[in-house]
C-alpha cells in the first residue's frame, strides 16, 4: 500500500497532520471542560441566589416547612434540578426528589465569586444514586468567617454531575467535524506537494530507463536548487557524459577500423596479384614482401598505440618516481632523432642552462620527446630549424597551472621544455583537437602517423602531474611545451 514514495509522503503528512490534530484537539477539550463548567456553576449560582432568598421570606414569615417544600418542589420540577435543604451539620433535612433525605452532604469543596456573591460548590456521591454536582450561595447579610450560611438551612441546588462535566461534550460533534474537514483538506494539500516531489523524481526514473535502453541523449529540466533539484542536475552531467563516452567509443571503433582499412586492403592486393600470377618475377615477390611486411609493421604499431594509450588511461601503467636530470634526457631523445634529421638535412638545436632535477619515468619521458621531435622533424621543411630549450618557468603556468596565481606559486617551481619547429603552421580550429586520438590536420598526408602520437604524450605528461600546450604561427612556426613539476 505504501509501496511508492508519493503514498508514503502523503501517509507522513497524514501522520503529522492526525497527531497535530489529536494534540490541539485535546489541549483544547480539556480548557473547553474547565470552562463549561464554570459556565455550567455560574447558571447554578444565578437560580440559587432567588432561591435562598426566597428561602429565607418563607422562614422569617414563619411559613410552614411542608408548605416550603412544596414550593422548592414546584421550582425544582420548573427548572429541571433537585433542591436541598442542609441543616448547620450538614445534615440534608429536605430534598425534592425524596431521596437523600438523612445523608451527610460534604463539605463544598470548591469557593468562588460570581457577580459579587461567594459561590460554593463540591461534588457529592450520594448512597444509591449517580454524583451530583451541589451549589450554595453565601448572600453577603448571611456571610461571617466560620460559617458561610447562619440561617436554619441552607439552600442547596444539585444537578447530576454528567451535566455539568459533559457539558463539553454537546461541543464535540461540532469539533469531530472541523477536524475531519481540516484533515480532508491537508490530506489533499499534502498530495499535491507530494506530487511537486515526486514528478522530478519520476522523471529521472523514466530518462535512466531510456538510457539503460541505449537512449543516451536525455535531459531533465532543472526546477529549484533544493535536493530533488540537485538530482536532476547531476543526472544531466552523467546523462552528459555517458554520451559523450559512448560516442568517443564509437568513433574510436570507426577510426580503428579506418585505419586498419588501409594497409589491408593493401595487403589484400599484394596477395591476390601472387595468387593469380600478376607478379612474377623474383623482384616484384621482394618488393610485394616488402610493402607487406611495412603495412603488417604498420598496424602493428597502431594497434601497440592503442593498447598503451588504454592502459596509461585506465591507470594500469605505473609512473615511476626516479630523479632525472632532464638535460642529459633531452641529449638521448635527440641523439634518438638525429638519423632522421639528418636525413631530412636539419640539425637539432638543443639549450638548456642548470635545472632543478624532476621525478619521473625515464623510459616514458623519452617517448614524449621523441614523439615531438619526431613531428618536428617531419613538419619541417628543408632549410628549417628544429630547437629545444629547457628551463625554470615562474610565470607561464601561473594563470592556468594547478596552483593558481603568483600568491599560491609557494612550492617546487615548473620545469618547461619547448620543441620548437619553423616552417609549420596548425590553425587555431586545429590547434584545439591536435591531443585528441587520431587527430590529423591533414590527413590525407601519406606519412606514417596515425594520429596517436599526441595523445600518448598528453596521457604520459599528465601521469607525471604536468600539463603540454602547443602554440603555432605561420611566422614563428610550431611550439610544443611541456611542463613539469621539479622534484
Ligand atoms: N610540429 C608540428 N607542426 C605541424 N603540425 C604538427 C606538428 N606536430 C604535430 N602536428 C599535427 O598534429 C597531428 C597529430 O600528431 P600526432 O598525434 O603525433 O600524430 P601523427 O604524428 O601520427 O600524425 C599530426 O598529424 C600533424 O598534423
Ligand atoms: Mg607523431
Redesign the pocket.
Known sequence: MFGSLRSKLIASYAAVIILCLVLAGSGSAYLLRAYQTQLAINRLADLAVPLTITLRRYERANVPRVDVQQVMKDYANQLDLRILLVDSHGQIVSDTNGTLTGQQLPAPAYRRQHLGIPVFWGSFEPEHEAPLTFVVVGLPMERTAARPILYDYDLVVAVPEQSVTGAWMELAPGLAAAAVLALIISVAVAALLARSIVRPIAQVIHASERMARGDFEQYITVNGHDEVGQLATSFNTMAREVGRMNRAMRDLLANVSHELRTPLTSIEGFAQAMVDGTIRTPEEYADAARIIGEEAARMHRLVEDLLYLSKIESGQITIEQKRLDVPSLLEACVRQVQPIAARAGLAIELRTGDLPAVLADEHRLQQVFV??L???V???PAGGRVQVQAYVDGVALASDSPRHGAAHRAGPPWIAVE?H?TG???PPE?LQR??ERF?????W?P???????????KEIVQAHRGKVS?K?DPAE??T?IVYLPAA
Open positions: 614523439n615531438l619526431d613531428n618536428a617531419k613538419h619541417t620543441v619547429n609549420s603552421f596548425i586545429h591536435i591531443f587527430y590529423r590536420v591533414e590527413p598526408r606519412d606514417d602517423g596515425s594520429g596517436l602520437g599526441l595523445a600518448i604524450v602547443v603555432s612556426g610550431t610544443f
